[in-house]
């Protein structure tokens, strides 16, 4: 899945850090090139799923 240690990458090349299932539920909704830029852009990891959906629906 999307969670790895900190500061490695995931497998799409993104930083990825410990997201719970819905985060990732969330993530996987968007295209992966939209998914990369969007982990890169923001810290997911320490955002509520509000935050998370309101910044999609902000940069969409």
Not at 3 to 16: H, I, K, L, Q, R
Not at 40 to 47: E, K, L, P
């Amino acid at each position: 899945m999307l969670s790895t240690p900190d500061e490695e990458e995931g497998p799409n090349g993104a930083p990825v850090h410990h997201l719970n299932y819905t985060q990732e539920l969330i993530l996987f909704g968007i295209p992966v090139e939209e998914r990369d830029q969007f982990i890169a852009d923001n810290d997911v990891g320490n955002m509520s799923q509000r935050e998370m959906r309101q910044t999609l629906q902000q940069c969409g």
